[in-house]
């Protein structure tokens, strides 16, 4: 038993060793890209693209969970052709920091992202939210109404499901034991995984050559960021019950594109029902085209936001009502 117990924490150690030198050289190999803006409670990862004193609301992009904001680039660098553009690493996510794990909430995190915008001085923005942060972009709409000048949501999570967030994420966001097993296995098994992960994210669209390297994905394998990364999700079902029933008071436009064969984020459950509530929703659904909309079709959703970005606020009891349809 005394050898079994000293074997077990000689792997332990050799496992908390190997995770401490992988975090090393994941950092430098990714580096962060932007400047840091100190909010209350978090220091927030912002990399700004684009003329800034370009015509028309600036451009927020959000990048959903298990990810970065180098996952929503390749579109901040289309739209910053003519725009300005601000990606977020969200806090806990990428180099943003956040002081407590349990900041995990979309309320929270929408405050910490209004404050860091305020700072860089933009009053009322476009924001851009993918998956996870579809609820985010939500919540700030209802509690920032004045700062958010529309809404472009790509295959956003937006109300309840069936299940939870994954045995995983229970484990992890576990007192004592996620953090040990954050800091032993997590990043060797996480390491060896990745690929698989992401190509089943992308499905049934193949994953684009270099993604995990160009995205900087494995940045999602240090301890801090993998507990905050599945916080965010054992906390996320819990938030959208709160905020769902006050989607009808959305003012802001609301375009929603997702895919009809979505196995992430359920298009049945998340878009079609947001449409049918927000009074100024267009939903657009992508036939045979999986969670990853803005990499399955960019060019449709580059239009979208400048469609967006060009169109005038209208004031909700005169906006139409655009249904939804099939493109």
């Known amino acids: 038993m005394l050898i079994a117990i000293i074997a077990l924490a000689a792997a332990g150690l050799a496992l908390a060793l190997a995770t401490q030198l992988g975090v090393q050289l994941i950092q430098r190999a990714f580096p962060p890209r932007g400047r840091m803006v100190d909010v ?12 800034r004193d370009a015509a ?21 660098d289309r739209i910053a052709k003519t725009r300005r553009v601000i990606l977020i690493d969200r806090p806990g996510h990428g180099w943003s920091t956040r002081e407590r794990v349990a900041d995990s909430t979309p309320a929270i995190q929408g405050r910490m992202i209004v404050e860091a915008l305020t700072k860089i001085g933009v009053d009322r923005a476009i924001v851009v939210a993918h998956s996870w942060a579809g609820a985010l972009a939500l919540r700030m709409a209802l509690d920032h109404p004045d700062r958010v000048a529309g809404l472009v949501l790509l295959a956003p999570v937006a109300y309840p499901w ?10 992890i966001s576990t007192p004592l034991i996620g953090p040990l097993l954050a800091h032993t296995v997590t990043l060797p098994l996480g390491y060896l995984i990745a690929n698989s992960g992401a190509r089943g994210v992308f499905a049934p669209q193949p994953m684009p050559d270099d ?8 940045l999602l394998l240090r301890p801090h960021e993998f507990i905050a990364n599945a916080r965010d999700l054992v906390t996320l079902k819990a938030a959208v019950v709160a905020q769902a029933p006050r989607y009808a008071e959305i003012a802001a436009q609301v375009t929603i594109i997702s895919g009809d064969v979505d196995k992430t984020v359920s298009t049945g459950i998340h878009s079609r029902p947001l449409a049918a509530t927000a009074p100024n929703a267009k939903l657009i659904v992508l036939p045979g085209v999986g969670h990853m909309v803005q990499y399955a079709a960019p060019d449709l959703v580059a239009s979208e936001i400048e469609l967006m970005a060009g169109r005038p606020i209208q004031p909700a009891a005169t906006a139409d009502k655009i249904a939804p349809a099939n493109l």
């Not at 959903?64 to 904001?69: C, D, F, P, Q, T």
Request: net charge positive; proline share 8%.
């Open 40 to 51: 209350a409670g978090a220091r927030l990862h912002v990399v700004e693209l684009g003329p």
């Open 56 to 76: 028309g609301p600036p451009v927020v992009m959000l990048h959903g969970a298990s990810s970065n904001l180098r996952a929503m680039q390749p579109l901040g």
């Open 162 to 171: 069936r299940g939870g967030a994954g045995r995983t994420n229970d484990v």
């Open 211 to 218: 993604f995990i390297r160009d995205s900087e994905t494995l």
